[in-house]
């Protein structure tokens, strides 16, 4: 049997173990260091943001974001549904309440006419709105960004999945207050676990870094006026981050060459339809995400995992979730229908075509 080939592996440049040895010569094995700083301008460089903070992960980047932008008690948050729960987790943190908007089909990610048509109806005016930019394809932004700036509502970009995705050449986490990117395992590039935070304005970024260090005050002592976190990156995991900011280009290239292979296979199958694109994006296509008409995902899954290889639904929409049945959410049933008829394809960028084919003939001989 062949070895499993899994949703989305990690992939080293074979550098990254040579600045983790710079980083053991030179004792730094810390929440600090040359690296450290390192991978931070290599992500400010690549996405063109002024300012960007290491942190341990994207779900605590999120946490920093809406803490420095004073979001607590009672606050109304929106956020998109479909969406992993890291993207929202953080609300809860902050004892605010996250009021869940539905995608749209042109792009699978929050819509931004019901954006629109909430703000015309809410009693409560929400402070922020978390928007996740799913399995690397960009939301809507632009039109998104507009809307929360005449309703003078603080944007946050998740783009934990959507590093190297832009949108008329600009990069995803740079249209909004704050963006965030994720380097956990799975994603496009991996510090093994780790996130980013980035915004235009110095000064919530340097708020951000006083907070995830224990909200020290600039004294010889420790001194305390507010508490913290310890959410910053370790000098270790960073130097595997500077490794693999040197290849983002190449990964981004083999995760839409890899969706191409799936396209050219399946798109004849009229049960199939692909995650869009929406026009002047450019998406990483992270993960290969497509919907089946009439034939049960849970099929789909069954069978690849019986020729070894793995695949995975569609997120479950937050508004579904038990864990916020009590939660306000405004919605149409596009995510919903999704998450009934999807599945993530296998689109680690060490697959080959061939791996991709082999696929794809499974899929074609179970498909109704
Ligand atoms: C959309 C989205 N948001 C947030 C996160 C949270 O990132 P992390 O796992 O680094 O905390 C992830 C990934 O895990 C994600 O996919």
């Not at 479909?82 to 009021?99: D, E, R």
């Not at 900011?245 to 981004?252: C, H, K, L, T, W």
């Not at 099929?299 to 508004?319: F, G, Q, T």
């Not at 579904?320 to 009590?326: A, R, S």
């Amino acid at each position: 049997m062949k070895n499993r080939i899994f949703l989305n592996s990690p992939h080293m440049s074979g550098n990254e173990i040579k600045y983790i040895e710079k980083v053991f010569e030179s004792n730094y094995i810390a929440p600090l260091g040359e690296y450290v700083n390192k991978f931070e301008e290599s992500i400010k460089n690549y996405i063109k943001s002024e300012n960007a903070l290491a942190v341990n992960s994207g779900t605590a980047a999120i946490h920093l974001a809406l803490r420095v932008l004073g979001i607590g008690n009672g606050d109304d948050v929106l956020a998109s549904t479909f969406t992993f729960i890291g993207s929202v987790n953080a609300i809860l943190y902050q004892n605010a309440n996250p009021v869940f908007i539905d995608s749209d089909n042109k792009s699978w990610n929050l819509s931004p006419e019901l954006l629109e048509e909430y703000l015309k109806v809410c009693e409560k005016k929400p402070k922020a709105l978390i928007l996740t930019h799913l399995y690397g394809m960009c939301a809507d932004i632009e039109k998104i960004a507009e809307i929360c700036k005449i309703h003078n509502i603080y944007l946050i970009e998740d783009a934990a999945e959507s590093l190297g995705a832009t949108f008329n050449g600009k990069h995803t986490g740079t249209f909004g207050d704050f963006g965030i990117y994720s380097f956990n395992g799975n994603k496009i590039i991996t510090t093994s676990g780790g996130g980013m935070l980035v915004s235009p304005n110095k000064n919530w970024i340097e708020k951000a870094k006083y907070y995830s260090t224990q909200a020290k005050e600039p004294f010889l002592y420790y001194e305390h006026e507010e508490y913290g976190y310890n959410y910053r990156m370790s000098n270790v995991l960073a130097a595997i981050g500077v490794g693999q900011m040197e290849i983002i280009e190449e990964r981004v290239s083999k995760k839409r060459e890899i969706f191409n292979w799936y396209n050219e296979n399946l798109k004849d199958i009229e049960e199939i339809n692909f995650m869009p694109e929406l026009k002047n994006s450019r998406g990483n296509r992270w993960l290969t995400a497509v919907t089946f008409e009439n034939t049960s995902y849970e099929k789909i899954i069954k069978v690849l995992d019986e020729i070894n290889v793995e695949s995975r639904p569609l997120w479950k929409p937050m508004h579904m979730q038990p864990l916020f049945k009590n939660s306000k959410s405004f919605v149409d049933g596009t995510s919903e229908n999704l998450f009934k008829k999807g599945l993530c394809l296998a689109s680690s960028t060490t697959q080959t075509k061939n791996d991709v084919e082999f696929i794809c003939n499974t899929i074609k001989k179970n498909c109704n």
